[in-house]
């Protein structure tokens, strides 16, 4: 009932693999040339980072003074009425 396999010309085989091979050697081409970009941006970004982290701490340290002041002011005792 089934019947035997179609043969390819080889011509057709020949242009299959070509295109496979080239498909996969760009591909790996781009693939290289998009790591390398996402190289650059990861080391501007952790440029960035490093800055922001820099910020945040400073903001840290002057909110926790202010804490600090705000809850010595709290709890220094009412002056008593005479």
């Known amino acids: 009932m089934s019947q035997a396999p179609v043969r390819v010309s080889p011509l057709i085989k020949f242009f299959r693999w070509s295109l496979l091979t080239v498909g996969v050697g760009y591909g790996a081409f781009h693939q290289n040339r998009l790591s390398k970009k996402e190289e650059k941006v990861r080391e ?13 701490a400073e903001e840290k340290k002057i909110s926790a003074a202010a804490e600090i002041r705000a809850l010595e002011e709290l709890s220094k005792p009412a002056p008593k009425k005479a």
């Open 44 to 56: 501007i970004e952790a440029q960035k980072k490093a800055v922001r982290d820099a910020k945040l």
